[in-house]
């Protein structure tokens, strides 16, 4: 189950037509210590999955925690000259939320944050999945 939720999301984009975008199979880091993302612009990194519990409810006897499964992708773009299809992209990947195979979820999240190193603006969308248990 660890990886699972990496492998539905790197299948959900692979099914995808993202023009002039490639989705990469392997993880976002590199031995030299620059992440691969600053290497290959329009590529698409999909890290590991991380896992987190939070207590939502709790009473003497018993904890209602929230499961929070999230997984973070990455991709960089020239940023003086944006793709013109970056918007449509962007919200095509968000859409990875809704992956139906992805089940027992009570919240779906998607959020993206944008990062400017040099000429380069990084994209990175963290996906969470949360649980109840």
Do not use: C, W
Request: proline share 3%.
């Amino acid at each position: 189950e660890k990886s699972k939720m990496r492998t539905e999301i790197l299948d959900y984009l692979k099914s995808q037509q993202f023009a002039n975008f490639n989705v990469s199979d392997e993880l976002p880091y590199s031995t030299s210590g620059i992440p691969l993302y600053m290497k290959n612009l329009k590529r698409i990194y999909v890290d590991l999955e991380q896992l987190s519990n939070e207590p939502v409810i709790q009473s003497f006897d018993s904890t209602i925690d929230a499961e929070i499964h999230s997984v973070r992708l990455y991709f960089t773009t020239d940023a003086k000259q944006l793709p013109t299809n970056y918007e449509t992209l962007v919200a095509a990947i968000r859409q990875a939320r809704d992956i139906d195979t992805i089940s027992g979820v009570t919240q779906r999240q998607s959020d993206v944050t944008r990062t400017f190193e040099s000429d380069a603006m990084v994209t990175e969308i963290e996906f969470r999945f949360t649980k109840l248990i």
